[in-house]
């Protein structure tokens, strides 16, 4: 694996296995020996955006691996507001941390940021580009779901273009060449281009539907996303997408049994409260595979094996 | 006698840059000028040939040794296929058919408005093809796939001559 975590198309398939089985190795060490693993480093962190999941997950992991951290979650009380670059941002931190996480609204922001770093980066989210470690814990939790990646359908439903969860995860299941997936999105919402072309290059086919029903029928894991309001230029197209791509308890009652609902949240409309009690319920599962799957790969990058 | 050497006869020393499709010698003339070291010249442009590979080509002579790389990247990018002699005493010493660069550094901006490239100064693009045709191109920032005559140039930056 190179010094960074930037992309999940700077991994191979085979790395990507290896972190899964060291997140499964993590999660099952007890708390006590997780706790020594990392003591006396420190996690730098720099939210140029917000984020509650990612950013806790990260300090949660660190924490429970012995280490610390130090950095910022908001940019007011920073000297980005003084018109600091990015670059000296970060070379600032270098200088405090052992290891860096770094979420920026522009594409390409954490790219940069390794570039300039001599201490290993990791990209928690760069505009919408990609977000590796919530693609890493989402296929960590599809294969402990299913015992595997390869010969899944996955359904990836709601906002397709301007999610990077979304683009990150098409990206990695494409390198899974067996692996089927269907787009369920408002044609305004559709997946971007440049992510077809990609696929097509590949190889991988993507269906192309609004039918949720038959996608929750036929597909084992189901991927939500929040159909964002502030997308619409036209509030009463919204109004009337909005509802099309919601899930309900009933909407479940003709899923396969093994099915699992998949969502990187915060959730508003798309999952109504009633599909929690369901078997097919997997999104909070989901979250506590981030603190292990982050923990993964601090130990990693930090050149740390269990 | 062809009406190739009645209109810009040979030179001793220098570079000829042929087969140039009709149309395109003005855009490599200005990316030839806009470079520092090739700002004062000594050039002959010669436009609207009959030819018999392109229909009609445009035709460049230099008074130069030899042009900065990255000048010769960037008549790569506007013309692929465009010949680059090098004279040295009215024979042609080196030839080179140039082909669009599998790596464009600093060469085109990124399309993508929200790219780091487009908001942190000081940051080299870099574009990397896709593809062995090279029509796609892949920005090693923010990811984006475009295709090369998408992607607007950026003028040549100043470096010193090189010798291909």
New interface residues.
Partial sequence: MTKDLI?I?DLTTDEIHGLLDLSAKVEAMPLAERVQMLRGNVLGVMFFEPSTRTRLSFEAAMARLGGSVVGFSETGSTSVVKGE???DTVRTLECYSDVMVIR??????A??AASVSKVPVINAG?????HPTQTLLDLYTLRKFFGKIGGLKVAFVGDLKYGRTVHSLVHALMMFGDVQMTLVSPEALQLPD?LK??AA?RGVVLNETTDLAEAVRSCDAVYMTRIQKERFADLVEYEKVKNSFCLTAKALEEAQEHMKVLHPLPRVTEIASDVDSTRHAGYFEQVRNGVVMRQAILLTLLGVRP | MSEKVLLIPKIENGIVIDHIPAGLGAPILRAIVAHPDARHVVLTLGLNYKSNKLGHKDLIKLDIDDLPASVLEQIALIAPGVTVKRIVDFDVDKKYVMQTPELLVNLVKCRNPNCVTNHEAGIATEYRAINQRRVQYKCSHCERIFFLNELERLAAAAESVVSR
């Fill in positions: 992309s198309n670059s990015l670059a920026h609204p522009w594409e390409g922001a790219r940069l760069d505009g919408s580009n990609q440049y072309i990609e290059n």
